[in-house]
């Protein structure tokens, strides 16, 4: 898989919101990676990287990723490793980079778990393999005067962030703001490796999705509806389209983006939507989530330290305002 996080449209898109970005590439490796951090602690972060064809591979990125991480006066380096192979002999994962000297990050950045469908069925498979509702709802949709476009208007991502703050108010849950959606929209749908879709009722949109596109995976990243019409449930043959557009554009993979680990139960907090995900298919793919290799010792110790501190803060007025209102 290319994961459009290692690809040169993020990288360009990354530098026009004024990140500074670092690639490298090896015999065997690659990665892109950016400066990150400020007051408590500067870091080099490599999202779903570094790409390693062989743990010695992956060792020269890491020893590369380190020099870099020294010029830059940072403290550690966070990488995903999604792509590389780095295990050696019978060792797991996690023992793996442990032996390396890695930590488990303080909190896992992208996410650890996903659901992706093979793109090389063909779309009969492809709709076998998701619930009887989603496939009926695909093929009538227009019957209750709904149609799906694909956008490639980067002022089409207004509808999308329209109605994530309408479902953000409503859930309580933190989104990527505005402006960061916006900058994704004006630097990656122009290149190509980002779209819009749309779901239209009397050509009024009341469902919008953005996906990215890399050399061979779509990623399905943002999405939100119109409350008002949620009874059509509109969002489901969205996502089917974007299937079906993501394999007759001729990628691999569909990347369903973020589930719960494989046997979570109701009480995960991604236990609804990741039903939502299976319920299109595909397979469960795990990899080895967000790791921390510092580089200096006391530096990681402080940054752990103010982290921990801040959190628990967090948590002690949480606790302090649910017995208020309790009260």
């Known amino acids: 898989m290319a994961n459009i996080l290692q690809s040169q449209e993020w990288a360009d898109f990354q530098r026009s919101i004024g990140h500074q970005v670092v690639q490298a590439s090896g015999d065997g490796w690659r990665y892109l990676a950016t400066v990150e951090g400020g007051r408590t602690g500067r870091y080099l972060y490599c999202p779903y990287g570094p790409e390693a064809d062989s743990p010695q591979a992956f060792d020269a990125a890491l020893a590369d990723l380190t020099r870099v991480a020294k010029e830059h006066k940072c403290w550690f380096v966070r990488v995903e490793p999604a792509n590389a192979n780095f295990v050696d ?9 442990r032996r390396r000297g890695m930590k488990v990050a303080p909190r ?8 992706l469908i093979d793109l090389s069925k063909d779309e009969k498979e492809l709709l076998k393999d998701m619930k009887s509702t989603n496939r009926n ?3 009538n949709i227009y ?4 149609v799906i476009e694909r956008s490639s208007n980067p002022e089409d991502v207004n509808y999308l962030l329209k109605f994530l ?9 933190n ?4 402006d960061y959606l916006r900058a994704v929209a004006r630097s990656l749908m122009p290149a190509g490796a980002a779209a819009m879709y749309l779901a239209k009722l009397e050509d009024e949109p009341i469902a919008a999705s953005l996906v990215y596109d890399s050399a061979d995976t779509r990623t399905y990243a943002h999405a939100a509806m119109d409350q008002r019409h949620r009874k059509l449930s509109a969002g489901i043959p969205l996502v089917v389209t974007m299937i079906m557009d993501a394999k007759e554009k001729g990628l691999a993979w569909f990347d369903l983006f973020g589930t719960a680990p494989e046997g979570a139960g109701p009480q995960h907090e991604w236990y609804g939507f ?8 595909g397979s469960p793919v795990s990899f080895a989530g967000t790791w921390d290799l510092p580089v200096s010792t006391g530096g990681y110790a402080a940054y752990t330290g103010v982290r921990h501190a801040r959190e628990a803060a967090i948590k002690a007025r949480k ?7 309790g009260a």
């Open 89 to 97: 002999g019978l060792e797991t994962e996690k023992s793996s980079l």
């Open 108 to 115: 896992q950045v992208q996410p650890s778990h996903t659901q």
């Open 137 to 139: 709802l695909y093929r």
């Open 143 to 146: 019957k209750k005067g709904v």
């Open 165 to 173: 703050d309408d479902t953000a108010k409503r859930k309580d849950f």
């Open 175 to 178: 989104r990527q703001h505005d």
């Open 274 to 281: 990741t039903s939502f995900k299976k319920s299109f298919g």
């Open 319 to 325: 606790k302090i305002r649910e017995r208020n209102i």
